[in-house]
């Protein structure tokens, strides 16, 4: 990490040591293993998406203005997040983790959502063990709630450190990489979206 | 008092077997003799400093390879028991039950914690000295990678007497796996055991990826590096991609069975199908994640002792990249008689066939390097000559069960438990042991004995080919799978004593290379030179055993073969003297395996279901996960002087 | 390998434009396809190609626009992520074809 480099002085300061360069590209290789964990996810939602076994259907769940609050909130949040990366390539520590804590509010209101909207579906008798159609929403959606809220104690751990130590080469690798966590997790909601509440106002 | 006696007596532990109670107690005896032996020579601290807590890929690598020899030793009483089981008709040593729990845990243990962290363990001892890296992109990582798996494989292994042992098969196919059908903790430990390990191989396979793209020698272009390393890196891709969809199905049954969710039950919607669909989504590419380390390790192995370059190099890069994506869509293959109808599976038929194209390609790789070489017949180039036929017969009887109408005759007979032995054990096996004789001095400084290595190969290749060849014919006579015994009028009992024998004799050959592992370690010769065989590759550039920093100076390549390009140009002499720098290492960490300590806490509690257990092990791992965050770790810098030393003594500059 | 410093620099000293034109195209894509399942009357199948394909533009938002995946190891990121979603679709689609 106290390796310097050859790379001229405008390479970021993620990139700018060993350490960040392989730790960012690992990343990247493990968001292709997160892309497959997540396809099989959306694989057994369409598989099932018929088998509501007398249960509620879609069509009795899915609330317009719910989830499209629920988009409106993580798509901004990834572009909050991509101004804190913005910022963190400025190396301006106080924008950096202005733009954060904004994202982290919107995360927050989004999972808030999200449960709001389980406890209701439990509320209609849409449980997790009715019918093979609801187990399959409720692990896909469910997962990708967890890796949102797994990302929220992330940031605020980097936050923490960014605070405490200033913008370093080893609190701009963490925070580019919570940040392309963060992006990615926009990626896959946009699919949830897509497939599961779009599709499922048509069919 | 006595609601909780009786519930560990009858709930609990596994009562009522005389050879659980001889496990119980092996178990207990083994345990106070690691204590009091550990302690007796005051040796806790040489272990918990110098093993327990290491981050050295080649102690990692070492580690790995001991614990899959003992799960070899695991799997192989399980199959020794089978064998005597079905030695004649109706026979009851073994009870249908205990058959069924003794198949799962042999397939189950093979695959997944013999055979994958076999060569996991070869690929950490010999990949980062191949391409001249001071250690693995995330040594950290690695640590947390070993030590899943070693508490996955234990958190399997107690099932045999805690709770009660898996007994749906190394499958787990579904319904007969869900919690209706097989009540119990057996398949939970199945799932959590697997689920746990997986997540430890998923992190490898980055880690591996990392390190091959992003740190090799100087000069190593991708097209320079040693045929293992690349196979490692294909087989790496593989894991990256394969994996995640075991974790999601194990995910998802567990779901099923603690949860009450109906991904794969035959009620409310389930489709047990799923299951079998995803399950070999991964299960088909794990094929190849354990075959393509074994195919690099038999081409540097026969490269090296015909003391020649490697026939069609290109061509072999590129028939593994074919491999890496063709295994991926064969899935099928696996389940044709499920039903998916003739479109899927003739699709599947075909592109199984296809994969056999780049693999052909490769045998005749090897065959045309030795052709018009002076080949040594050492023990390492031994297992790698006898791979090639033993091999070409599982490969050929492959290709007849991806017929997917004949396949209809094959599906689960002893046929088909013969071919896929026949690509196990003589390419995943045979090159373990391969790999192993052949980097055996680079671990531990001395060889292995040649002699007492070549019983152990007659032996066992002997033994294994006794073993497997008549269940091909036990299978056409319609003997079937995971049957615990058969009635006497079938005429299947000699060719099944015949197999049995053969079972026995690869027994001996495993016990005597035990004994040499123990009599090479006190008379072996003493590898004083680093380079034992006339190697080609850079692992051979180094000492042996390899130093903490593996090599004082790093390596510039210019070539294939990059270790003996330099002989040859006798650069070795300029290489060894140039200037010395301080080496940067990272630190020890505890914290891997007390992380692997909360897994395993939180795999336990819900395999019993106990969910507070469960979220407890959950916690204490996001707070070690939470520290390590916090800590601010910049390694260490061994200085020149002490790496000059070392050097001096290896005797390798003046 | 390579190391792309153009991309890496520019477009961060100011105004964050890029950031900016990504979050519009991403509501844009976003209430287009709300719009074409709520008000356009098309069949099933269209329905679900276009929504779909907005999504496919959605995500090269977020990998060009705010990932920065074309930055550093480009190619091989790129091969990573692109491996993974070709992946995603055989699995996807294969265990549909192969259940029903």
């Known amino acids: ?203 | ?654 | 390998m390579q190391t792309d410093h153009s991309t890496t620099s520019h477009g961060h000293e100011g105004f964050p434009w890029k950031h900016v034109i990504g979050f519009i195209l991403s509501l844009i894509l976003t209430v287009a396809a709300l719009w074409i399942v709520v008000s356009l009357s098309l069949s099933v199948t269209l329905t679900i190609t276009f929504i779909l394909i907005l999504a496919i533009f959605q995500v090269l938002v977020q990998l060009l626009f705010f990932m920065h995946i074309t930055e550093h190891e480009g190619a091989y990121q790129i091969i990573a992520i692109f491996f993974g979603i070709f992946l995603a679709a055989v699995f996807v689609y294969g265990s549909i074809w192969i259940i029903y």
């Open chain 2, 1 to 654: 008092m006595s609601n909780i006696k009786d519930y560990l007596l009858h709930d609990f532990f596994v009562t009522g077997e005389p050879m659980i109670y001889m496990a119980d107690v092996s178990i207990v005896l083994v345990t106070i003799a690691i204590v009091v032996v550990l302690t007796y020579f005051k040796k806790w601290k040489w272990l918990w400093k110098d093993w327990l807590t290491t981050v050295d890929h080649k102690k990692i690598g070492i580690m790995y390879i001991l614990a899959a020899l003992a799960m070899l030793f695991r799997g192989g009483i399980d199959a020794l028991l089978m064998r005597v089981q079905l030695s004649a008709p109706n026979l009851h040593f073994l009870d249908a039950q205990h058959y069924n729990e003794i198949f799962t845990t042999h397939g189950t243990i093979m695959i997944l914690f013999m055979a994958m962290p076999f060569l996991i363990g070869l690929i950490n001892v010999a990949m980062p000295l191949q391409i001249g890296a001071r250690d693995v992109a995330f040594p950290y990582l690695n640590a947390i990678s070993f030590w899943l798996f070693f508490v996955g494989a234990m958190l399997f292994n107690l099932s045999f007497v805690i709770g009660g042992s898996p007994d749906a098969g190394w499958t787990s196919y579904t319904p007969l796996a869900e919690k209706s059908l097989d009540p119990g903790v057996g398949e939970n430990y199945y799932l959590l055991g697997l689920q746990l390990a997986g997540i430890g191989t998923l992190a490898s396979g980055v880690n591996f990826a990392v390190t091959i793209i992003k740190m090799r020698a100087p000069g190593m272009t991708l097209m320079r590096m040693p045929m293992f390393t690349w196979s490692t890196l294909i087989t790496s891709i593989i894991i990256v991609f394969a994996f995640p969809v075991l974790t999601v199905a194990l995910a998802m049954l567990t779901i099923d069975r603690v949860f009450g969710g109906h991904f794969f039950t035959a009620t409310a919607g389930g489709e047990p199908m799923m299951w079998a669909n995803l399950f070999w989504i991964w299960g088909h590419p794990e094929v190849y994640i354990v075959i393509l380390p074994a195919f690099g390790i038999f081409s540097d192995i026969i490269s090296t002792f015909s003391g020649k370059k490697l026939f069609g190099y290109n061509v072999m890069v590129y028939s593994m990249v074919a491999i890496s994506v063709l295994s991926f869509l064969v899935w099928v293959h696996h389940f044709f008689t499920m039903g998916s109808g003739a479109a899927v599976n003739s699709v599947f038929g075909i592109s199984t066939m296809a994969i056999s194209i780049p693999t052909g390609v490769k045998i005749f790789n090897w065959l045309l390097t030795m052709y018009r070489s002076r080949i040594k017949f050492t023990v390492a180039n031994l297992w790698s000559l006898a791979f090639i036929p033993n091999f070409v017969i599982g490969g050929i009887t492959g290709v007849m069960l991806a017929v997917a109408a004949a396949d209809y005759q094959y599906h689960n007979s002893y046929f088909l438990i013969a071919h896929f032995h026949n690509v196990l054990i003589a390419g995943t096996v045979f090159s373990c042991f391969a790999g192993l004789t052949y980097w055996w001095p680079k671990m531990f400084g001395h060889v292995l004995n040649e002699r007492l290595g070549k019983w152990t190969f007659w032996i066992f290749v002997i033994g294994y080919n006794i073993c497997f060849l008549p269940q091909y014919w036990l299978g056409f006579m319609g003997m079937t799978r995971r049957t615990y015994t058969y009635a006497s009028g079938l005429g299947w009992m000699p060719l099944n004593v015949i197999s049995t024998v053969g079972g026995f004799l690869m027994g001996i050959g495993f016990i005597i290379m035990v004994y040499n592992i123990y009599y090479s370690a006190r008379y072996g010769e003493r590898d004083t030179t680093g380079d034992p065989w006339d190697g080609r590759t850079l692992e051979w550039a180094t000492t042996s055993p390899a130093a903490e920093y593996n090599f004082a100076t790093v390596p510039e390549v210019e070539d294939i073969d990059a270790f003996y390009d330099m002989k040859k140009k006798n650069k070795v002499k300029e290489w060894l003297n140039k200037p010395i720098k301080d080496i940067h290492m990272p630190n020890n960490s505890g914290r891997p395996i007390i992380m692997a300590g909360f897994f395993f806490v939180a795999g336990f509690g819900l395999t019993f279901e106990w969910i507070w257990l469960a979220i407890a092990g959950l916690v204490g791992v996001f707070i070690t996960m939470v520290l390590r965050s916090f800590e601010i770790d910049n390694g260490h810098h061994i200085h020149k002087e002490e790496v000059e030393r070392t050097e001096r003594e290896a005797g390798r500059i003046s």
């Open chain 1, 1 to 203: 990490m106290s390796q310097s480099n050859s790379l001229n002085q405008h390479t970021p300061l993620e990139y700018s040591t060993e350490d960040g360069r392989l730790k960012i590209f690992g990343f990247w290789v493990f968001l292709g293993a997160e892309i497959i964990l997540f396809s099989c996810l959306f694989a057994s939602y369409m598989v099932y998406l018929h088998r509501t076994a007398g249960g509620p259907t879609p069509d009795d769940l899915y609330d317009v203005k719910e989830f499209m609050i629920e988009t409106f909130l993580l798509l901004t949040s990834s572009f909050t997040c991509g101004l804190g990366t913005h910022e963190l390539r400025r190396q301006n520590k106080m924008g950096v983790i202005i733009w954060f804590i904004i994202t982290l509010i919107l995360g927050l209101g989004f999972v808030g959502m999200e449960i709001h909207e389980f406890v209701d579906y439990v509320g209609e008798g849409a449980k997790l063990t009715t019918s093979a159609f609801l187990t399959s929403f409720f692990t896909l959606v469910g997962t990708h709630g967890c890796h949102v809220s797994l990302g929220i104690l992330w940031i605020i751990g980097i936050l923490i450190q960014t605070a405490r130590t200033g913008i370093n080469a080893v609190t701009a690798r963490k925070l580019f990489i919570v940040g392309l966590y963060w992006h990615f997790l926009d990626v896959v909601w946009v699919f949830i979206f897509t497939v599961v509440y779009l599709t499922g106002m048509v069919l």
